[in-house]
């Protein structure tokens, strides 16, 4: 997929432009003409199957990884990212883990402390949990802690490499939706990765689907639909119609479907582009 083909109008709010980026690590060519920009308010989707090149991308994006080849202009203000691990310093609190962000702004504590109790409310922590440190609390908790610590900072781009993919599926859900509902309030662009097709479905206004060797993008699905109004009927059904398609059958190594039902065009709710 040319990446010109996805240039577009940039929001004066901030964009996240990503042209013609390709990579190699030791001579093996691992990112291919990569091509895409996340305006303000947008969720863009990155999947693709394992060692494509995913993590590369978002590591490019966020400055973790040198630019080799192309153009990665980021014009927010904010960028912030979570990773698959929660990555908490072990010997500080719940609470000073959540607020470290804020006391390297020079905040002080008992502002980044009541700053901190608010969103740890909002993210489902209770007050006795915030004096626990990291060894003290559940996985689930420390991914609460970390998205916490992740929204204090109030970006206006976040970048997302599977942070709940170790969670299960009840309080995955419940941490999307939290995601969700500050996105939409804050007019937050995410790049987020996922493995999971539904979840993207679920989530994503575009959904970036990647091949490997080398890492591209094969096709750019766009969803109509406003995530606040998709319920599981809709997510599994596009779901299915995604998973129908050839170009994403040919990216995840899936053979043919074995009982191909008709998608309606009349009717269906995402569009393509390769
Ligand atoms: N530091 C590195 N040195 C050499 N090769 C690397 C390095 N990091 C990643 N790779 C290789 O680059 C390719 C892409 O890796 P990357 O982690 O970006 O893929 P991914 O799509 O995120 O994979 P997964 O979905 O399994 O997390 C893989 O073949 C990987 O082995």
Sequence with gaps: ????????????????????????????????????????????????????????????????????????????????????????????????NMTLGLKAKGWNKKD??????????????????????????SGGMQSRVALARVLLLEPDLLLLDEPFSALDIGLKTELYQLLLEQQTQQDLAVLMITHDLMEAVRLSDNILLMKSKPGRIAASFKLTRPPSLRDDAWVYQTTAELLQQPIVRESFELPPPTSPSPVDLATREWSYTC
Aim: proline residues 5%.
């Design 1 to 96: 997929m040319s990446s010109s083909l996805n240039r577009k109008p940039v929001s004066q709010k901030g964009y996240l432009l990503v042209e013609n980026v390709e990579h190699d690590f030791v001579r093996t060519q691992v990112l291919q003409n990569i091509g895409f920009t996340v305006q303000a308010g947008e969720v863009y989707a990155l999947v693709g199957p394992s060692g494509c090149g995913k993590t590369t991308l978002l590591h490019l994006c966020n400055g973790l990884l040198d630019l080799q080849d192309g153009i990665i202009e980021n014009t927010f203000q904010k960028t912030a990212s979570m990773f698959q691990q929660p990555r908490l310093l072990p010997w500080k609190t719940c609470l000073d």
């Design 112 to 137: 980044r402390n009541l700053k901190g109790l608010k969103l740890a409310k909002l993210v489902g922590l209770q007050p006795s949990d915030l004096e626990k440190f990291p060894h003290q609390l």
